[in-house]
């Protein structure tokens, strides 16, 4: 269905829900139809708002603006700089000693919520909560990462239609993965094993799934190459074949979509830096020839740094083995010391949390972490905007304020550059020229 179909149907469902209203009170039903037609009003022109703020930190250069102006009409950014004339009928939003930065993007987060309370209706639903505390902590934008029942899709596409508020998503649809692979799900008993709706084994079976996912919506591939601790599943072992995993690159590279690739043992890291993946999630366990490979490649690690602690304490509360808990606690040391080679390695980094695992509306902690493991606190931000926007081929539209991107801005009280953890506590949220936060 075309976006002008669908609009055409709503349109008419909604003159059906008011004839039908108007039949309950009594009145003639399609009244305002038999009236003669009368002239379309005129369009109003938007609305110009003027943001003004002590400093605006320009991502794209490297610099900070001072005394900056940022001038808004309708949902786009008109002009940007500390020259900007503000027009008489412009609302001026005056933001104080405050700093101005672009909506932060999550590259690596799952809505809707994972477990057996969490059926299609209920994760939906609490998606749609999930997306609206991400906003309000100041992610404008977030690459979901597989759910279930391609609830993400259908939640983005709500978004985008103005049904409820949260952030712009693009969604890798269903997950895919192998039987008893990470993130195939984990039945008690063999009469339970039912494999869910991305998992596949062998090269057709899963060049049927990706083409499966782009069906229904998709944006892009993720992929669970190896084993993950969530899962209960050993970190280390490569779950997929070489020519499965060749399956999924190449179809999804024919159908020009990329490839999110989860692993985190060295030898699934290789596996798909050989073979052309866009990103490699995680890469806790990455040996030094798979850093090399990924540098040559010039292919991005979404490290997510904060699962490390926050693993470690719901293995805790779940009652882990000791045998488990001191993998955890040894796997997150190396991971650090992982991701601070890859960054001395100048290998791309791109921002992500793994929320819930980072509770949503919680996104900003991952910022200290990258800060520790070797960022400048102005890398670690352009980590969660230009990079980002790059990868998802939106930098025309996100990732910077720059005139004719999108008015997707935060505001913070303090400056972030000296202190990342500012970002933690953002004040001010505004997505496509609206404000959906106003604490200063």
Known sequence: MTPSLARVIRQGNRLALASGTALLLGAAPFALAAEAPKAAAPAQP?????????????????????????????????????????????????????TLLPGLIDSHVHLGGFGPRFGTARGALAGAKQALDTLKAGFTTLRNM????????????????????????YDAGTLLTTTGGHCSGQPTTPEDDKDGAGVANGADAFERKVRQQFKYGADFIKVCITGGFMSGTDPRVTQFSEEELKSVIDTAHRYRKKVAVHAHGADGIRLAAQLGADTIEHASLVDDEGLKLLKQKNIPIVPTLAIG??????????????????????????????????????????YGTDAPITPHGTNAVEFHFLVEAGLTPLQAIQAATITPAKWLEASDSIGSIEAGRYADIIAVKDDPLADIKVLEKVQWVMKGGVIYKDEL
């Open 46 to 98: 938007p609305q110009l708002v003027a943001l003004k703020a002590a400093r605006l930190i320009d991502v794209t250069s490297g610099k900070v603006v001072k005394d900056p102006v940022v001038l808004i009409e309708g949902e786009k950014i008109k002009a940007v700089g500390p020259d900007v004339v503000i027009p008489s009928d412009a609302r001026v939003v005056d933001l104080g000693a405050s």
């Open 146 to 169: 597989g759910g279930r029942a391609f609830t993400g899709i259908a939640l983005r596409d709500a978004i985008n239609e103005g049904d409820i508020p949260g952030p712009r998503i």
């Open 309 to 350: 602690g926050l693993a470690l304490d719901h293995a805790i509360e779940a009652g882990a083995s000791p045998y488990t808990l001191a993998i955890l606690k040894q796997t997150g040391t190396i991971h650090r010391q992982n991701i601070a080679k890859a960054i001395k390695a100048g290998i791309p980094i791109i």
